[in-house]
Every structure is written in structure tokens, then in C-alpha cells.
């Protein structure tokens, strides 16, 4: 999230009244962007990622991990040499770390205090300055307090104390029977776009994880946490009149969704061709990684059936009306909308030569007075599609003050619909005035418990990058197959036990000069091996339905003999094909090798270890419950397995 606007927010009923308003100037503003921008040539890498923390506050007496409310005071100090470096950037130096609020008013967000650049040796600055921005964020906190980075908490949600301070969960803008407007952060923003979504909606949100049936847990499962009868506000009924599903963990708030924790990675590209061409070839990307990263099998104080978040804050943000969702007959509203505002891809968005137009195989909705708009002001089909297929959203948040304004210098009205589009990748126009490029961002990812682990998979993504760069790779797939991916990624196990669609065919027509990997996996600094080898695979082939098949996620990031090189020996023959020294290269192997081994099952994804906790404690009745005290164990085992001072094997390998 970007530093935030201030202002009278508009409530739903108001607000509504403009969104045709926010619209057409934001379509105005990314026209200006674009024509101004879209020659830009010859921006280098920059890169940086994001990591979300949620603040753990110990209440040692009782033996309960809760969840601390105080980041604001954390964030007043984490700011500071940001502040001051703005105020004078000529003399102050420039802060090595950068820190943003986030929806939960338990989170915080660091990044690297200015974007990483394109040298290899840049890459050995991350894992440290993910351990400064821990170190800095601790320093802000009580000796009770700490800042963990792990994806949901564990007992958000839960009857009894979860909350540091305490609030009984009444609050007017999410009216949750679990979690109360405090959890919220405080900026006006974030409680009218909790409030204005269930308002557009017509009903709270409603987010139902299944839940895991061990041998004790009741079945058919109905939760008798809920407060059923519960009656402050119009929606309380809504449980008990169907939103709460049997054998599901009900969920009835955006803090369930928005209050998880991911990694996410922003790339610079050299100009707006290269961008939306490393945009396409991540979307295949994108559910491998969720699946690989799965961090969150913990809902509300329950085992759930799935690995990881991204269906959760799917349903936590889904401002669809009953008429978008196809409950009922087209009426009121202007279209039949198939996901959430928070969702995979729809749509590839490059023109390039590797792409061909069957791959966007998903009936996209759009705005077709938009993308008219957009194609009589030279916006090509394609960007054209994605742009009006993201403005078919309403805008949620609209501050009064900022309804007027130059189109030629401000970006507002389309980052209005453009940041509240929340999808696996995030194709990111220049900000106007500002000597920054095209960028993409990768936002599929789970937060991991450590910065070792963090680093390991931001730099994976980095190099992928250059690999698909430097080797012209294709890894297109229709577009519906990875909307499968997406949906398997989530399953109990996904990594071990669940096939993905994925490219096999991944190199382009061999032309004399255009250099291809060999399938070694060799991690050699030797050019030898990566001029002009074939693999095998037939080049450039028309016939594609051959080219993609379902692989396990081992055989897609390590390779299968006979079939895809993988996404690893892909990388080391990029490696091998650079300039890279002796050093460098044994750290990058190092990060490399946790990737491979948690494909290959040699080593543990979180969620599989945070279950095995769970389902190994004493206290643990077998019955899906992760109770206060189990929860305070696994959180006080998940701090010392982030500070190293625990060292578990199976999830990280011998450090
Ligand atoms: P958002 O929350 O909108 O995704 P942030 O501003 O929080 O974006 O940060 C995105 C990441 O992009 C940060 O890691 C930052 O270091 C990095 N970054 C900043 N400038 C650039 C740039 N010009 N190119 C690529 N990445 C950049
Ligand atoms: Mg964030
Ligand atoms: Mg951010
Ligand atoms: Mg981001």
C-alpha cells in the first residue's frame, strides 16, 4: 500500500454517485500516463520486495499469544529516518529500510529503504536487510511483543481474549460477530472500504474454509463458537440463515482476508513491451509459488483443509452484489462478474510474438464504453481488454476533497480502481512526475517464517526473471488452466500430493545466434554448457496442445527427465551463462536448494510443519481446535525458529 491519501471519505450511498466520475478521469489519467510513458526505453532493473509482519503480544501470565493493536507507535518511530530523509533528501541519507501500515491495525509492512538494483551481488544485500527491518521493528516493541511474519494469525476471531488491547467484537463498520472495528487500522480509508464493501454488497462478507476432520472433530461440523443467536445488528442473522456452512470455518469480516500476510515482489522492466511480456509469462507462475509457499492452514481457531490464504481474502473483499454474483436476474447492475476483486488473472496482456490469442481462453467481462474509449486513444486490444476488464469495479473509497483533478498530473483516480483490483500480478504504470518505469509485481506468495526462507523465494522470483528475459522462455498456458492451478494450490498437501498444467515446451524457435540452456542442472560457473543447446523439446510448435501437461510441482521447479527442464536448472543455466563469482554464486545455491527441496518434499512447507505442531501437542484433542495454548506454543516456537534460535531441520535443512 502507498502512502495514503487524506480526506472526508464518502459513504457507500454517496460515493456511488461518482464512481462513473472516478472512472472516466482514471481512464483520462492512465491515457496521459501511457502516451507520455509508453517510449521509455532503457530503465535497468530495480527490484524490491515487500514483507508483512503481524505483532504478537505475549500475555506470559495466562499463557496467551495475542495479537498487539499498538503499531501505530511503532510506525511513528519506524518512519522517522524515512521523514526526515524527505524533508531534506540532499543531506540526509537515504534510510535503509521503508515501513508502511497495512489493513490490520496488528500489521506492519518493510521494504528495502530504496529498490534493489540489477547486479548479482545486489541480491546477497536482501537476506540482511530483511534482518535489519526485523531488528528495527523489534526495537519499536515491549519486551512482550514481537514481530512474526507468518501469513494468518492463528486465533483471529476466537471468543475470549485475542486482542491486546481487548474489544468485544461490535463494531458499526465490519459488524462481525468475531472481530471488532479496532482491528482495523485507524486511517478513515480502511473502515469505509470494510464498511462501503458490505454496503455495495448487500450482506457481510461471507469466507467458509473447509475444516480439517481429524478423528474427533464432529461431523457434520457445526461450530459452536459462533454466537447464532446474536442480536446487535441487521446481519447477525446471516449465520444461522445460510452464510455459515456446515463442516467450514465461517469467517464474516475483511480482517480474516486483509489481515493475512504475503511476499510480494516489484520488478522495473527496461520498457513497457518487456513488462507486459514478464507479466504473461508469471501468470502460469503464480499458483506454483502459492502452492510451494503454503503457510496458512490456521483459521480462527481451527485446522482448516487448506494450505494457503489466497481464497480467504478472495471472499474478504468480495464487494459483488447478489445480482454480479448471478444469485439473481440482471437489474440494477451493468454486468455477471465470475471473481472477487481480489483473484487470479484473467487475462495475458502481452502483444508479443510467443503469444497467441486462444491462450485468453476466460469469457473476460469489460467496460465496452471504456475499452472503446481506450482503443480510439491507440490502446492496443489487448491493454485495452485488461485495463476496462479492471474498471468494470466500482470504486469503494472516495475522498470528497480529491473528487477534481488534473488529469495530466495526477494518477488518484486510477490507482482508485487499480489498487483495489487485487490480483496475482499487478501490472504497474509509471507514476506520473516520477523517474520510475513499467513495473510488475508478483503478489501470489506467502510470508515464511524466516528472512532466510523470504530471501530464498524473492530471489527465485528474480531470477526467474532474468532467466525468462535472457532465454526468451514460454511458459503460456490457456488461461482457465491456471484458474485450475489456482483453485488445487489451496488443497491440504497441494505440494506433494496435487498435478498443475504447466508449459513443457518452454523454448522458443532456436535461431542461429539466440543462445538456449542445456538441461544441466550444473551449478558451475562454467559458460560451457549454454550455447545453442537443444533439449529436445520441439521448438515453436502449433500443435499446443501438446505443449503443457499436468506435472507435480517437483518435477515443474526441478525438472522431469524426458519432459520440462525446470524451473531451477532453468535458473542455473542463466546463472552459468553470467558473469557470477565463487561467493555469490554458493549463497544463491543456498537459497536455490530450499526452493528445489521443498518442491522435491525433502523438506517441509510451514503448512505442513505448523500442522504437524499442532497435531503433535500434548494438549491437542484431535477435535481441529488450536486452542489458546497451543496457539502460545506455536507462536513462541515460531519466534525462536525466525531469531535462529531454534533450528528445525525439516522445514529449513542444516543452516
Ligand atoms: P505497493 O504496496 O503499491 O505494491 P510499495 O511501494 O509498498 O508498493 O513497494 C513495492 C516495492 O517496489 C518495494 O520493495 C520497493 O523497494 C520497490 N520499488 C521501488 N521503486 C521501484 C522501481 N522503480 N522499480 C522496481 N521496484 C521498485
Ligand atoms: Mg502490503
Ligand atoms: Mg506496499
Ligand atoms: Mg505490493
Not at 484458474?483 to 505440494?495: C, T, W
Request: net charge negative; with cysteine.
Amino acid at each position: 500500500m502507498g502512502l495514503l491519501s487524506l480526506g472526508t471519505p464518502l459513504k457507500w450511498s454517496e460515493a456511488k454517485e461518482f464512481a462513473d466520475h472516478v472512472r472516466s478521469h482514471g481512464i483520462d489519467q492512465f491515457l496521459s500516463i501511457y502516451h507520455k510513458m509508453k517510449d521509455k526505453q532503457k530503465d535497468c532493473l530495480l527490484w524490491g520486495d515487500e514483507v508483512e509482519y503481524i505483532v504478537v503480544s505475549y500475555d506470559e501470565q495466562n499463557k496467551n499469544a495475542k495479537i498487539s493493536l499498538r503499531v501505530f507507535e511503532m510506525l511513528a518511530i519506524l518512519q522517522k529516518d524515512e521523514q526526515d530523509w524527505l524533508k531534506d533528501p540532499e543531506h540526509v541519507p537515504a534510510p535503509a529500510t521503508s515501513w508502511r501500515p497495512e489493513y490490520g491495525r496488528f500489521m506492519l509492512e518493510g521494504t528495502p529503504g530504496s529498490p534493489y538494483g540489477s547486479s548479482l551481488r545486489d541480491l546477497l544485500l536482501v537476506e540482511p536487510n530483511m534482518k535489519l527491518r526485523r531488528e528495527l521493528a523489534l526495537k519499536t516493541m515491549r519486551p512482550n511483543e514481537v514481530p512474526l511474519t507468518i501469513v494468518s494469525y492463528p486465533r483471529l476471531g476466537c471468543q475470549g481474549e485475542f486482542l491486546d488491547p481487548h474489544h468485544e467484537p461490535n463494531g458499526d463498520a465490519c459488524r462481525s460477530l468475531f472481530v471488532p472495528d479496532e482491528i482495523i487500522n485507524p486511517h478513515a480509508r480502511f473502515p469505509t472500504l470494510t464498511a462501503n464493501i458490505r454496503r455495495r454488497r448487500g450482506s457481510k462478507v461471507a469466507i467458509n474454509m473447509p475444516i480439517f476432520k481429524d478423528r474427533n472433530t464432529p461431523s457434520p461440523f457445526i461450530d459452536p463458537t459462533i454466537p447464532w443467536d446474536r442480536d446487535i445488528f441487521p446481519e447477525d442473522k446471516e449465520a444461522k440463515e445460510g452464510a455459515a456452512k456446515p463442516d467450514h470455518i465461517y469467517m464474516d469480516a475483511m480482517a480474516f482476508g486483509m489481515g493475512c500476510c504475503c511476499l510480494q515482489i516489484t520488478f522495473q522492466a527496461c520498457n513497457v513491451t518487456e513488462a507486459r511480456r514478464l507479466y504473461d509469462q508469471l501468470v502460469p507462475v503464480g499458483p506454483i509459488m502459492l502452492a510451494l509457499t503454503g503457510a496458512a492452514p490456521i483459521y480462527r481457531g481451527y485446522l482448516s483443509d487448506v494450505d494457503c490464504r489466497w481464497n480467504v481474502i478472495a471472499s474478504s473483499v468480495d464487494d459483488r452484489t447478489p445480482e454480479e454474483r448471478a444469485l439473481k436476474p440482471l437489474e440494477h447492475d451493468r454486468f455477471v462478474i465470475n471473481k472477487s476483486r481480489y483473484d487470479s488473472v484473467d487475462s495475458y496482456i502481452s502483444t508479443g510474438p510467443l503469444f497467441k490469442p486462444k491462450y485468453n481462453d476466460i469469457d473476460l467481462v469489460y467496460d465496452k464504453k471504456i475499452y472503446d474509449k481506450l482503443r480510439s486513444n491507440d490502446i492496443d486490444d489487448q491493454l485495452a481488454k485488461h485495463v476496462s476488464h479492471l474498471f468494470i469495479r466500482d470504486p469503494l473509497v472516495i475522498f470528497k476533497e480529491l473528487l477534481d483533478q488534473d488529469d495530466s498530473v495526477s494518477s488518484d483516480h486510477f490507482e482508485n480502481i487499480q489498487s483495489t483490483n487485487w490480483q496475482t500480478l499487478r501490472f504497474k504504470p509509471p507514476p506520473p512526475n516520477s523517474n520510475i518505469g513499467w513495473r510488475v509485481e508478483f503478489r501470489s506468495m506467502e510470508i515464511q517464517i524466516t528472512d532466510f526462507e523470504n530471501t530464498a523465494f524473492a530471489i527465485f522470483i528474480v531470477l526467474l526473471t532474468r532467466a525468462i528475459i535472457s532465454f526468451n522462455l514460454n511458459f503460456y498456458i490457456p488461461i482457465s488452466k491456471v484458474d485450475e492451478n489456482m483453485q488445487n494450490a489451496h488443497k491440504r498437501g497441494a505440494v506433494l500430493n496435487e498435478k498443475f498444467y504447466f508449459r513443457k515446451n518452454v523454448f522458443t524457435k532456436q535461431k542461429p545466434s539466440s543462445r538456449q540452456p542445456s538441461p544441466s542442472t550444473s551449478t558451475s560457473t562454467s559458460n560451457a554448457d549454454i550455447n545453442g543447446a537443444s533439449n529436445g523439446n520441439t521448438p515453436d510448435d502449433d500443435e499446443d496442445q501438446d505443449a503443457y501437461e499436468l506435472m507435480t510441482i517437483n518435477e515443474i521447479i526441478n525438472g522431469k527427465s524426458g519432459g520440462f527442464i525446470g524451473l531451477i536448472p532453468l535458473i542455473n543455466s542463466y546463472l552459468n551463462s553470467v558473469n557470477v563469482d565463487i561467493e555469490t554464486r554458493c549463497q544463491l545455491s543456498k537459497y536455490l536448494d530450499l526452493i528445489s527441496r521443498r518442491a522435491d518434499g525433502s523438506l517441509m512447507t510451514a503448512a505442513t510443519w505448523m500442522r504437524q505442531f499442532v497435531q503433535n501437542h500434548p494438549a491437542y484433542k484431535h477435535d481441529s481446535v488450536v486452542s489458546q495454548e497451543i496457539n502460545y506454543d506455536l507462536m513462541k516456537t515460531i519466534e525462536k525458529i525466525s531469531s535462529g534460535e531454534l533450528e528445525i531441520p525439516e522445514l529449513l535443512g542444516k543452516q
